[in-house]
């Protein structure tokens, strides 16, 4: 699977986890790896500038230890998010039903596809206002309005 539709099915994945569990665990556990993730990188930076410098390394090391604590932190917050998300089982299993679907279709979407709406959208609603409103099953909402 090319990396565009893996980054594609993971936000795809949140999203369900969040419509169909109501749990905004799931969304601040995958905000919680990005600020992970950046902090790491700030990290090997702060790491590799310290092994180049010269000079003193003390603001460096500061730097080092300011990160490190940062990171322990967002872990022991992820790991509180992850365990909450844990307790939804019976979401994990509904959205492991609809990602399997997704996954198994051509996802192109070149033409309309019966089977693929049918196992995503709960509802189309088109509103007197010109926006149609999509639900999707678990009752997240999607509003476009029409021109």
Same mark, same amino acid.
Request: aromatic share 4%; glycine share 6%.
């Given at each position: 699977?090319?990396? #565009?539709?893996?980054?594609?099915?993971?936000?795809?994945?949140?999203?369900?986890?969040? !419509? =169909? /569990? %109501? +749990?905004? +665990?799931?969304?601040?556990?995958?905000?919680?790896?990005?600020?992970? #993730?950046?902090?790491?990188?700030?990290?090997?930076?702060? @790491?590799?500038?310290?092994?180049?410098?010269? /000079?003193?390394?003390?603001?460096?090391?500061? /730097?080092?230890?300011?990160? !490190? +604590?940062? =990171?322990?932190?967002?872990?022991?917050?992820?790991?509180?998010? +992850?365990?909450?998300?844990?307790?939804? %089982?019976?979401?994990?299993?509904?959205?492991?039903?609809?990602?399997? !679907?997704?996954?198994?279709?051509?996802?192109?979407?070149?033409?309309?596809?019966?089977?693929?709406?049918?196992?995503?959208? #709960?509802?189309?609603?088109?509103? /007197?206002?010109?926006?149609?409103?999509?639900? @999707?099953? %678990? %009752?997240?909402?999607?509003?476009?309005?029409?021109?």
């Amino acid at each position: 699977i090319a990396p #565009e539709k893996e980054k594609v099915l993971e936000a795809v994945r949140t999203a369900l986890e969040f !419509s =169909i /569990g %109501g +749990n905004k +665990n799931v969304i601040e556990a995958n905000n919680i790896k990005e600020n992970i #993730e950046q902090l790491k990188k700030e990290l090997n930076d702060f @790491i590799k500038r310290q092994q180049e410098t010269a /000079g003193d390394k003390t603001r460096y090391q500061q /730097g080092i230890i300011e990160i !490190s +604590n940062k =990171i322990k932190a967002l872990r022991e917050q992820l790991a509180i998010a +992850n365990a909450k998300i844990e307790n939804h %089982g019976n979401t994990e299993t509904e959205v492991d039903r609809i990602m399997n !679907s997704i996954k198994n279709e051509d996802l192109n979407f070149t033409e309309f596809d019966d089977n693929v709406v049918r196992r995503i959208i #709960e509802c189309i609603r088109v509103m /007197g206002d010109k926006t149609i409103v999509i639900i @999707i099953k %678990g %009752g997240y909402e999607i509003k476009q309005r029409i021109e």
